[in-house]
């Protein structure tokens, strides 16, 4: 028998926060980002750790694919949408082109939507890890498999410039996996829990060595640390589910609403003020959509 679904209202405001965060490396679109490494880690370890929870409610049972198909409605609708834009301001002649960059086949007509086709496909780890993991000895043994399966993906990642959106994956993978097995972990008390937490650690340190000096190492770390604090915040309010809501569509829609902004106050804006302004019409845009309903499904 399934456990009753009880909504945790402190992961609407990490849902929020992460997409606040994601908006701002958008807006500031530096080279040395780690705003946005750490916004999507905790995206990730979030997304993850809900469908641990899921399938431990089915008794280990995850429906990967009836699930994948949630999300390519909104791939392929907000894919179309960024792919119509681009056609009406670019000025460049390959804009016609169908396909001038293969690896685009993996995240659509924007970059951003990455994240839908990797959590489309990550899905599929969710089942086998809840079925296998079932002990502290598997959780420790689970956390050094995939501190040694980080080595190679954060070295590809900060010394082997690879394409879009395959430099996203290898970040994203260790950090996926990090929210499994937290969530397989939490309910075996505080020994297993710890041995994620350290895992964490590793991984951070995995990334310093493996990549060098650069920014975003600490990700798999303080995203974990981000993650914990929020997820055990004892937060109530109506309004906290309204920003939950609205946290994936902002993440969706919000590139429009940049160029808007550059728009209307040019390319020299201050560049917080634009992430600001961006988050607040995109946030505002989704409510609105969301009120329609054959809308609220791609939002």
């Known amino acids: 028998m399934s456990k009753a679904v009880v909504h945790r209202q402190s992961i609407d405001l990490v849902r929020f926060v992460a997409a ?11 080279p040395r980002d780690w705003v946005g490494h750490l916004s999507l880690a905790v995206f990730l370890i979030l997304t993850a750790f809900l469908a641990v929870q899921s399938a431990q409610r089915n008794g280990g049972r995850y429906p990967f694919l009836a699930r994948a198909r949630k999300l390519v409605l909104p ?23 169908l396909l001038s960059e293969p690896w685009s086949l993996l995240y659509g007509s924007a970059i951003h939507l990455w994240f839908l086709p990797f959590v489309m496909v990550a899905m599929v780890m969710v089942e086998p890890a809840v079925r296998w993991i079932t002990t ?3 959780v420790s043994l689970a956390a050094m498999g995939l501190i040694l399966i980080a080595v190679p993906l954060y070295y590809a990642h900060g010394r082997m410039d690879p394409p879009q959106p395959v430099a996203q994956w290898l970040v994203a993978v260790p950090s996926y996996c990090l929210g499994l097995l937290l969530a397989i972990a939490e ?16 991984l951070s340190g995995v990334a310093l060595l493996t990549s060098g000096l650069q ?7 303080l995203s974990l640390a981000i993650f914990l604090v929020l997820w055990d915040l004892p937060l109530k309010g109506r309004w906290l ?9 902002i993440y969706l829609i919000h590139p429009f609403f940049m160029l808007v902004c550059y728009k209307l106050f040019g390319p020299q804006v201050n560049l917080f003020f634009a992430a600001c302004l961006t988050f607040l019409m995109s946030w505002a845009a989704v409510v609105v959509l969301r009120m329609i309903p054959v809308l609220r499904r791609i939002t």
Do not use: C, N, Y
Request: glycine content about 10%; overall charge positive.
């Open 187 to 202: 309910p075996m008390g505080a020994r297993a829990a710890r041995q994620v937490k350290l895992a964490g650690g590793a």
């Open 20 to 30: 606040f965060g994601v908006v701002v490396a958008h807006a500031f679109a530096s």
């Open 215 to 221: 920014p975003w190492v600490g990700t798999p770390l």
């Open 136 to 138: 502290p000895k598997r």
């Open 241 to 249: 589910p309204m920003i939950g809501q609205a946290a994936f569509g």
């Open 75 to 97: 791939w392929l609708v907000w894919s179309a949408f960024f792919r119509l834009l681009d056609l009406v301001i670019s000025d460049s002649p390959e804009k016609f082109r």
